[in-house]
């Protein structure tokens, strides 16, 4: 199952939280931070998507020129018609999910991480301390592979053999090369705080000298990679579809609860809009009780 467009970036600044505007994500409060990665809240999948996650052939749509790398080890052995290798397609995925996974081998063993991250067109970027084993390794030139994985239902068949997941994934391929610039390690982390709660990046103090010496941060370019995607109910066998068994869709989604203020924040300071208002991430629920054919 498992398998950028460019945005501008700015120059780190720090303000107070009450010198920005209480404009929600995704508006002008958002836009003037330029970290615009097309980022939808309904969570749509571009492109043509079939009831079992088909998505249309990027040559067979104008709209879908820029591609990924096709290699052997990217191009999908099975469910074809479920994969592509667009890169709306893929950056929409990478952009929505908020955690990652790295698998890397080093002196015999294979290690598989999960790790925050942050894209920048088409770089994605991993940062930790100076002293992380996988860092050290990646920086190093060990090749890398990273998967994002959006889950968004449980499909429940007639036949145990038929169940499912619906779910979005991304698989990239590449050779880490280490950042030394303090700029590029500074739009790095801002981009990560706009990726975890965008509008974040305009709050906080930016990093020290200090700071940006104690982090390691390596580059991976999203050029060899592809996305594989599945929506739809159950595809049962023509037998079982009069069994008398439920089947169907079980919808899931990342859904924030109320913010937790810190116990040592100076009175009056409120949280703002984008805490407020943190988005869901998980498909939408028009569509999801759709059954399969």
């Not at 990665?37 to 990027?58: I, L």
Request: glycine share 10%; with cysteine.
């Amino acid at each position: 199952m498992l398998h950028g467009n460019p945005r501008e970036t700015r120059s780190p600044g720090w303000s107070s939280p009450g010198s920005q505007p209480n404009t929600p994500p995704g508006e002008t409060g958002e836009a003037s931070q330029g970290f615009d990665r097309r980022r939808s809240t309904t969570v749509s999948v571009v492109g043509d998507v079939g009831h079992d996650g088909q998505v249309a052939d990027p040559s067979e749509s104008p709209s879908l020129t820029d591609t990924l790398v096709r290699t052997d080890r990217t191009t999908l052995r099975r469910k074809k018609e479920r994969g592509s290798f667009d890169r709306d397609v893929v950056n929409a995925i990478l952009d929505e999910g908020l955690l990652c996974h790295v698998g890397f081998s080093v002196e015999g063993s294979t290690f598989v991480l999960p790790m925050v991250f942050a894209r920048i067109q088409d770089d994605l970027y991993l940062h930790g301390a100076t002293g992380n084993h996988m860092l050290r390794a990646l920086a190093q030139g060990v090749e890398v592979c990273v998967t994002v994985t959006l889950l968004d239902a449980v499909v429940l068949a007639r036949s145990a053999f038929h169940h499912s997941m619906n779910y979005r994934s991304v698989m990239v391929f590449g050779t880490p090369t280490r950042v030394e610039d303090d700029d590029e390690k500074r739009k790095a982390m801002m981009a990560l705080l706009e990726h975890i709660a965008p509008g974040r990046s305009g709050d906080t103090r930016p990093p020290s000298t200090d700071e940006l010496r104690a982090t390691l941060m390596v580059r991976v370019p999203i050029a060899e990679g592809s996305a594989k995607v599945r929506t739809g109910g159950p595809i049962d066998e023509p037998g079982d579809l009069d069994a008398p068994i439920w089947a169907g869709q079980i919808p899931l989604s990342i859904v924030a609860g109320p913010a937790v203020t810190d116990g040592v924040l100076h009175p009056g300071v409120e949280p703002p809009s984008y805490v407020q208002a943190y988005p869901a991430r998980g498909a939408p629920k028009s569509g999801t009780t759709e059954s399969g054919r």
